[in-house]
Nanobody, 125 residues
């Protein structure tokens, strides 16, 4: 079992920055892939970024590449999403997720087996 708790969401103006955190507990954090996803009202949940167990490989959705950075601190059992140059279209509930069955990057929502409760990010124009 893995428990995930996100924090750091809020209201920010376009062009601003936010850093999301996701604290994990349960199974050995340093052994699995972590991802960030988001879901806007009326839309499907979509991939944002992922990072493998070691932090040595990351992947991003085209819509956030160059603006968002995913990182992890295995000593603190925490994964981060640094978001910069935020746009109104980044407004969504952001979820962190754990893919405990593999050690490679994964973008598919259905392949993640544990999810946090989500944190709201609202970007005003």
């Amino acid at each position: 079992q893995v428990q995930l708790v996100e924090s750091g969401g809020g209201l920010v103006q376009a062009g601003g920055s936010l850093r999301l955190s996701c604290a994990a507990s349960g199974r050995t954090f340093s052994s699995y892939t972590m991802g960030w996803f988001r879901q806007a009202p009326g839309k499907q949940r979509e991939f944002v970024a992922a990072i493998i167990w070691s932090g040595g490989s990351t992947g991003y959705a085209d819509s956030v590449k160059g603006r968002f950075t995913i990182s992890r601190d295995n000593a603190k059992n925490t994964v981060y999403l640094q978001m910069s140059s935020l746009k109104p279209e980044d407004t969504a509930v952001y979820y962190c997720a754990a893919d405990t069955r593999r050690t490679v990057l994964e973008r598919r929502v259905g392949e993640y087996d544990y999810w946090g409760q989500g944190t709201q990010v609202t970007v005003s124009s």
